[in-house]
Structure formats: C-alpha cells, structure tokens
C-alpha cells in the first residue's frame, strides 16, 4: 500500500529513478491491478510526448528532453523514444538525434523542441523544430530525420521547404483514412496545417491558418476518431498553459471550438500533450514538473481519455496512478513512481557506508570539510566525488545520501561510472531545518558498471546540503541479475552486431557476444537464461562460461518465436561460474539465427 506521509516529497522534487521493477497495488488478493504512476519516463526529464502505435503492436512515445541541470528550452536537445506493451512497462529506447547530428542547424546547438514521428511505406519518419540560425525565433524549420527501425539510426534529410520562418514549431503529422498524410504547426498564436507530399519531406498545396481557433498558443496535436477531426493545443492561459480543442469535418477545417480538455499542470506553466488509442482504450499523454518543482525539468505523463456519445471528449483528470496495465508485464527501465515514494528498496541489503573524510573522498570547486562533514555545496561548481566504488555485478544499483540543509529545497546532480545517457541523474535533498540537523536521508537508483573501480560524483550548486555520509547498496548475488545487451560490459565480434540495445547477426560462422565482470556469488552451478527473437525454426548457441573446468562449454536449443523482433523466447540452462565479479560469459553463434536482448544469471532454484 502507500505510505500517504512520503506524498509531501513530491512539491519539492523527490527523486529521478529508472529500474527494472514496478509498483503493484490490489483492490483484493485475488485481483492484482497494476498501475503505471505518473511521471511514467523518469529515467530522464521528457516533454511534449507524441504517442503513435506502430505495426509491430508497441506504442511508442517520441518526448523532447529537458537536459539536467537545466538552462532553460534554449538547451533542450537529444531526442528519446521510449516504448511499451502494456502502458505500464516502459523501456527507454535511447537517444535516436541530437542538435549536432543536423548540419543546416542553428550553430549554437539546442532548441530541439517538440517533435513527431509518422510512418509509410517502411519509413519511420521523424519531424522535429529546430532553428536554422542564431537568431532562433524568426529561422525556424521543420527538420526530417528518417530509420527504417521506429526508435533508432535515425538520419536527418533535412528541412520542409516553404514553410514560415518563424513561429513554425510543435509539428504534428496525421495521416487520414485514404493514406494522405497532412503536417501541423504553429507557435506565437499562429496555427497552420498543410498536405504533405508522397515524399513525406515536402508540401503538397496551400498552407491554411487556422484563425477560428480560440486562444491558440502552440503544441498542435491531430487525429480522428470516426469521421469526426480534432485538433488539440495548448492556450495562453498566463503561467498555466490548459489543452482545449476544436473538431471539424475535414482535415484542415474549419474548426469548431470545444472547449477545455485538461486544466494546468503541476508545476509547469507549459502544457503539451497528444491523443491515442491503444488496445481499445484512449490515452492523453501530457507532461508536468512533479519530480523536480522545476518548470523546465519535466516528466511525461499518462491518463484515461474519455469521449461522451457525441463526440466531445470529458475533461481528463490527472492522477497519481496513470492506467492500467493492458497486457501481462514485460522488460521494462522506467521506474514507477509509486516505489520512489516508497522507498521500495528492501532487496538492497548489501550496504557500503563511506564516511567524507574517507581516503577516497575528495572535494572541489568551494565545497569543505568540517570535521567529518562535506558543506558549502551551495558553491556552483562544488563537488564531492567517491572513487572504489564496488558495482557488484554492475547495472541498477542504490545511492542514500545522509544530509542536513537549511534551506527549504536542494537539488544534485549525481555522475556515476554507468551512466550511459550522459544525463547523470537528479537527486533531491528537501529542507531538514538547521545546517546541523542530520536527519536528512534521500535515495535514488544509480547506473555502476561491475567489479570496484566505478567513481561516483556528487555536484552542488543548486541549493546547499551538508553531507554527513554516502550509502552504496547493492542486492546480493543469491539474486537473480540481469545483464542488457547494451551495457557496456559486452563485446561482440565475428560479424555480430548491436542495434538498439539488441545484439544481431548471430547466424554467421563465428559470430559471438561476450560479457565480462559476471557476479559468480560463492561460485558453482548457476542458471543462465537468454532472452530473444528468431523468425529460425531453430537455432543453437554454444556457451563458455569461466567455471567450466572441462572446456566442453554448454549448448542452448533455441526455438523460433516467430519474428526476428518477436522477444518472447526464453531458454535457460545450467552453466559454472567461479566465485566474485570477475566471470565472463561467452556466447557462440552460427547454428541458426537469434536476436537477444539480454541474459539472466540467477542462482539454481
């Protein structure tokens, strides 16, 4: 259940944590619900989500991203896509374009704000504002950037010609019921919308305003239900932006206002949002700044839509508990935000404590020492790092930062040797009273690679905090772990290769993915599990493990799931490893084709 007290966190910015379990509450024993909670993206600080399921079933969100610490939207930049199969289990894609990637673009970088994605014909199209020049607000464009997968390698084609140069941001792409596609846009109070071409990078007509639209700011969002059109978008609301919405019989209009969908959000006087339906049910996906106070660090959240007989749709309520699950849970990075209210990390009883005069403790940038505490991280620039940090097996692993502060909020940034996003992650340290009351005790999930040589650094400069001690846990080997294609512990080689966390090309002759600093515990029979895809019947991995004193290896039978991006197939087996975090696991292909995802290594039941 929930612990109501830890509900008073949430308005000064709790914590931004990314894991690999969720939250489940019960109506009864025998009736489990599981819920996503909101924020639902939490791994990073996202914006002005754009929702759209594609043929493979998975709904996919296409976020803006609000870079920690923040400068404001002048710095927002480096796109994420971020998918689901049930609503409650999200799994951050990673970074699919950045400013740098776009060689007609502004030189200053940034200003990578709210984009959109559609497809046709093979192509996943990404649209996305971006200025042209330094002067940002009259050189705006409408960039493209195509994949032929819907959440990476995406490549930029360039700008829509033709369009205005200013106010031409938030671009929206629908496709109607005869295959035409039309791109939306429009700032500044000004709104338009205009056929695309069969190219999908160029206009096909006369681009329309839309003046009948009542108090039109930005954040243009199409799509139909029926045969009715509606077109959702943010107001001017001063310091509270609210979604209202028009509909209309046809494509580009003429719109009938609707009214207001969705009242200003926490702590964010932005509002965007989009609307989608997935496995019969209709979603708004819109963001707020829940987890930072912080308007311009913000977090994608969802909830249920409703349409009334005639069409209109009832304003949508924003909850703590998001939606439902929709389907059986799945691999997931995102945690829910229900266990970072609840402190849910009772399997991490492997505990570390650093003192700050320890002899891996050092300071910089104007923060000191007093006795056996760290203050005057109030300093910009001030840091505290820790070196010899033990990662155990590596990945998520749990930070508790012991503190006093007087002032009524603080905030960190926190860099560790596992963090493969760049983003370091935010760590909240509310007000405890007094620079000497001590009772201040905050957590968070932190990314540290395997074996003891990863560096943790904690950054001041937002608010002042004095810290007493750093807690390192971790969980303890007897539990199972699992080991992403993505971490930064695996080779491959022979003709393998990686695409969005996922190693491929396994069929060919000598093909291999190889993970080193494996967690062998006390050593001895451990059982190992592959999680993959394969459009073969059949395919078969040999396995080489550090334990095996026989030098035979270990053979794993994997049947075909139907689809090289179907990753439903699991195969475990018994391999031997020797005691500590130095093992390594190799794994042969050439005996059929196979995608993975990931390996689990877990003690014998």
Known sequence: MMKKKHWSLILSGTMLLSAFFGFTSSSSAADPVVTSGNPIFTSIFTADPSAHVWGDGRIYVYASHDIFPSRGSDLMDKYHVFSSDNMVDWVDEGEVLRAANVSWGRPEGGFMWAPDAAYKNGTYYLYYPHPSGTNWNDTWKIGVATSNKPAADFTDQGYIQGLPGSNMIDPSVFRDDDGTYYLYAGGGGKSYGVKLASNMTSIDGPIKQFTELQDFHEATWVFKR???YYLMYSDNNPGANRVRYATSSGPLG?????????????????????????????????????????????????????????????KVIQTSEGVPAVGPRSRATEIKYYDLINENFDAYTQKTEYAMNGSNVTIGGGATRSGANIENMHNQGSYIQLSGINGGAGGKELLTVLYASGDSGAAFKVDASGDTTGDGYFLSLPGTGGWGNYTGRTNRLIDLNPGANNVIRLNGGMGGANISRVIVSLKPATQPTEYPMSGNNVTVGGGATRSNGTIENLHIPGSYFQLTGIDGGTGGKKQLTIVYGSADNQSTFKVNASGDTTGNGYTFSLPGTGGWSTYTGRVSGQIDLNAGTNNVIRVNGGMGGANVTRIIVAPIP
């Open 226 to 228: 029926g045969s009715m």
């Open 254 to 314: 003429p719109w009938t206002n609707r009214g207001i969908m969705l009242d200003p959000v926490l702590n964010s006087e932005t509002t965007h949002g989009s609307i989608v339906e997935y496995k019969g049910n209709w979603y708004l996906f819109y963001h707020n700044a829940k987890i930072s106070a912080n308007g311009t660090l913000r977090s994608v959240c969802v909830d249920r839509l409703t349409f009334n007989s005639d069409g209109t749709i009832q």
